[in-house]
């Protein structure tokens, strides 16, 4: 079972390939590819609205639930551990929430994500020091909502021609 646990948690081990390329760089580009991970799950979202809502929020809490039990090195993780990548699942999949699964969505959803998720503006920061499993996959999930509310700011001016 923990192997399963940390399979999931580091995206099946997807987050053990840029340390082994790069062996020396402290970012290794694993919350990239984890990110990265997440694109197909969005295309394979439902569109349904409700349903979208109800697998994110359960998906929310089976990420909690994996990354308090992952043990990568060992012993389990109380702080975000840059291998595991779940959390950038769970933060991607909030930024597409109620989007239509487009390139431009998909695009500007990634791009904002991953700037969010890296310069962790406040309240990001807030659930990045956490030091449990909670603040782990939170503070992508809040970096996930703040991209998903200016996309959505971005088309409610765009389709009504404020821009």
Not at 78 to 101: C, Q, R, S, W
Not at 121 to 129: E, G, L, T
Not at 147 to 160: A, H
């Amino acid at each position: 079972m923990q192997k399963l646990i940390n399979a999931l948690a580091t995206g099946f081990f997807i987050s053990y390939l840029p340390a082994r390329v790069i062996p020396f760089k402290k970012n290794t580009g694993a919350g990239f590819l984890g990110t990265l991970l997440a694109v197909p799950l969005a295309l394979l979202w439902p569109g349904d609205y409700l349903l979208q809502l109800v697998l994110l929020l359960a998906f929310w809490a089976g990420a909690v639930w994996v990354c308090a039990r992952a043990r990568l090195g060992g012993q389990c993780q109380g702080h975000d551990n840059p291998k595991i990548v779940l959390d950038e699942v769970a933060g991607y999949l909030t930024a597409m929430l109620f989007l239509p699964h487009t390139w431009p969505f998909l695009l500007a959803a990634f791009v904002l994500f991953r700037t969010f998720d890296t310069l962790k503006p406040w309240p990001v920061n807030y659930f990045d020091r956490m030091p449990n499993a909670f603040g782990v996959v939170f503070d992508d999930v809040a970096a996930g909502l703040i991209s998903n509310i200016l996309i959505q700011i971005f088309v409610i001016f765009y389709t009504r021609g404020g821009f």
